[in-house]
């Protein structure tokens, strides 16, 4: 049976006084998840602006020739 | 407190709560909140998000306060025509409620706040469009902390969302059960294996079931230490936001329903009488004036919008999910504004559920209506609601003072075909039946057969009408 800290490692002495003050258990999982995945959502976002940045420049450029 | 009622649908967060004096719907802020409130106002997100018609608008009311030590300010909200539940939208009004909650937390993040819930009971339809109701819903937003709300998102609107779009329409019943939305873990195993072929829903379901497993029963906070903590960058949540909106895009309606839907197309006989009803339904609405009607069995809306065209708030209910959608899409197609599509079995309608029965109260004690139009409906509740005629006529009596029936013979095509498996084996039904059991009740002001059928369509009103 995997438990959390087997699958990603986690040790005890790295926890500490994370400041939680949601009136909502955000689950353990959930919170967990985002932090596993942040550099995917991130790079994704950065990749998506860039081209949106770009693309919205040349149809700028285009509208003004 | 003399006259003073704490509403029972408010009180999980403690930033404040909901209570009624003198009819009228106040919320308190408490003091705990105050900073977030402040931030709200003073960043402009609360105009912004106001003039947008994405949260409901509130004025700041100098009292009365229900609880004088806790209070910071109270507030007194505008009023939701009608308060309807996840399980009663069809699937694009679940999913049109989900991106309207992420367009939020967008428009929150961009002034320095964030959403701390994220409830589909939190999202209301109001004039037409998914409006957020809960004011108390934002939080500073902290920057490196993951969204608190993550979880209640993907069980209040992915899950059902997915379930309803790749494995049937009707598991969007299964929130009627799960009051803080569909565990992630039954959801993962209803769907199927094609699901986990979607990157979005191999992330926000499929890992996060498992990671929700393996860390159950763990402190949150354990699950991000610190160092990891300032890895979840800004930039990484409107990445988590950006993907749960793509991936909600993405799904599709799942056709099914139970074929009522083109029912005013594929019947010939219908078409012929329409018009003629269309013109006695306009009179009857007219003589009766209300102001509130809930069309019963109301198809895809077409009468409906005969009582919505005159600026007249209508509720138009349908067992057929596939007609709530349909219904819901030409709302939208004309921007109507007074029309209100939900899905409702009249012969299970929704029950009280949540804290003492109370948290999420039952359909019939949300509101009423003046008029209730309930058009070639009644066949139905008698031969496959297996409902005796004098159970119907009470419950329509409890229900509104006004009532616009249409009686469908014992001769009709569609009660024949209704008839045909039940071999004889029903309640009393006879147009002399059904004047004696609703006459009980009600004054009958008009009885007309309409063109080109059988069908009679009355106006009634209730015996204390004058």
Known sequence: MYTLTSIVGLLPDQISSANFL???????????LQVLIAGVFSSIFFAKSSLTYVRDALLAKKKKI | ????????????????????????????????????????????????????????????????????????????????????????????????AALTTLAIERRALDRGMSLKDASAYNIQFQDGRPILIDTLSFEGYEEGRPWVAYRQFCQHFLAPLALMSLTDARLNQLCRTNLDGVPLDLAARLLPSKSKMRFG?????????????????????????????????????????????????????????????????????????????????????????????????ANVGDFSRIAADRGIFTVSFDIDA??????????????????????LDLTNPSPASGWRNEERPAIFDRSRPDLIMALALIHHLVFTGNQPLENVADLFRSLAPWLIIEFVPEDDPQTIRLLAPLDGKHHEYSREHFEECFGRHYSIRHSVPIEGSGRVLYLMSRRDVP
Not at chain 2, 225 to 244: M, T
Request: neutral net charge; charged residues 25%; aromatic residues 10%.
């Open chain 2, 322 to 343: 596939e007609c709530v959608e349909a219904n819901y899409n030409e709302m939208k197609r004309r921007n109507e504004t007074k029309i209100l599509p939900l899905i």
């Open chain 1, 22 to 32: 949601a009136y909502l258990d955000p689950g353990a999982g959930s919170m967990l």
């Open chain 2, 201 to 297: 829903l191999l992330i926000h379901l499929h890992l996060h079931a498992m990671l929700q497993r393996s860390a159950s029963g763990e402190n949150p906070s354990k699950a991000t230490p610190a160092a990891n903590k300032k890895r979840f960058s800004r930039q990484a949540l409107l990445g988590l936001i950006d993907s749960l909106e793509s991936t909600i895009h993405r799904l599709d309606r799942k056709k099914g329903g139970m074929g009522w839907a083109d029912y005013y197309q594929n019947n010939t006989y219908q078409s012929q009488s329409r018009d003629h009803k269309r013109t006695l339904v306009s009179q009857f609405i007219d003589e009766a004036g209300p102001s509130r009607v809930w069309d019963l069995g």
């Open chain 2, 1 to 96: 407190m003399i006259g003073q009622r704490l509403s029972a649908t408010s009180f999980r967060d403690p930033a404040g709560f909901m209570f009624v004096e003198g009819g009228v719907l106040y919320r308190q802020i408490n003091k705990a909140y105050k900073p977030h409130y402040e931030t709200l106002c003073e960043s402009g997100l609360a105009e912004a998000l106001f003039e947008d018609r994405l949260l409901i608008r509130h004025e700041v009311v100098g009292g009365p306060v229900y609880d004088l030590r806790a209070a910071h300010a109270v507030i007194r909200p505008e009023l939701i025509d009608f308060i309807s539940f996840p399980y009663e939208w069809s699937f694009s009004q679940l999913k049109d």
